[in-house]
């Protein structure tokens, strides 16, 4: 995961912070696949593990305008039990991201004249973000104790809706290394860690449904105790 920190700034690499995660799901009516990569063996949070790609709102990321917005639907699960600031950034978290992990594009040809600095590479593809394809599926706070914290909302998109050829991984970053198209009855052969595997679990039940879903499961651990419940007040436990 990527982390962002105002220049100059102080950071406590500990704290909770907001984060998104990208699930590109291809061929979900035949065989399903998802877009995965592996973690560095030196990197502090979850070392050497398969993931999705994903990382750390940026400060910046709210002031970003959108060429399409995420789906009311998912807007409003996304609000729920959050303030509007990390409700509003983290759509276009997703979509940073997935291209600087990935080199994968969500968005809509335009000019884009003047973007932040950590949307210049993007804004020179010819596109601005769109979040429309995009699809909030799950939410999980990584237990206290460990090294980074992050507060993920996972957010599912369909391989059709990218602006790019979902084979080539020419412009990715190195943060992640074997971006590959994993089958999902293949995937749990992977070293993956434990929550990627209940996220591909709800993907797995969700391929053949195009639609948003209703309700999104939560998976929240505090210092006091850990819950799985589904943003709308529903108690699975």
């Not at 074997?178 to 990627?196: G, K």
Request: with cysteine; proline share 10%.
């Amino acid at each position: 995961m990527t982390e962002h920190a105002a220049a100059g700034a102080p950071q406590d690499k500990s704290a909770l912070r907001d984060a998104a995660t990208v699930i590109v799901l291809r061929d979900r009516a035949t065989r399903p696949h998802v877009l995965m990569g592996q973690r560095g063996a030196k990197a502090v949070f979850m070392p050497s593990k398969f993931v999705f790609p994903g990382g750390a709102r940026d400060p910046g990321d709210a002031r970003v305008p959108l060429a399409g917005e995420l789906p009311a639907i998912c807007r409003d699960r996304l609000q729920e039990d959050s303030a509007p600031e990390p409700a509003r950034a983290l759509p276009l978290t997703a979509i940073r991201e997935l291209f600087e992990e990935t080199g994968q594009i969500l968005g809509t040809p335009a000019d884009w004249p003047d973007p932040p600095a950590d949307w210049r590479a993007f804004a020179a593809t010819g596109h601005r973000p769109s979040a429309e394809a995009l699809q909030f599926v799950f939410r999980a706070i990584t237990p206290p104790g460990r090294p980074r914290r992050f507060d993920a909302r996972f957010f599912l998109a369909d391989a059709e809706a990218l602006a790019s050829d979902p084979d080539d991984f020419s412009a990715a970053s190195d943060e992640l290394s074997h971006l590959r198209w994993v089958a999902l009855d293949e995937v749990r052969a992977l070293d993956m860690p434990f929550i990627t595997e209940v996220v591909l679990a709800e993907i797995a039940a969700r391929a053949a449904d195009p639609a948003p879903p209703v309700s999104v499961p939560f998976f929240r651990n505090d210092d006091e105790e850990s819950l799985f419940l589904r943003l709308r007040g529903e108690r699975l436990i």
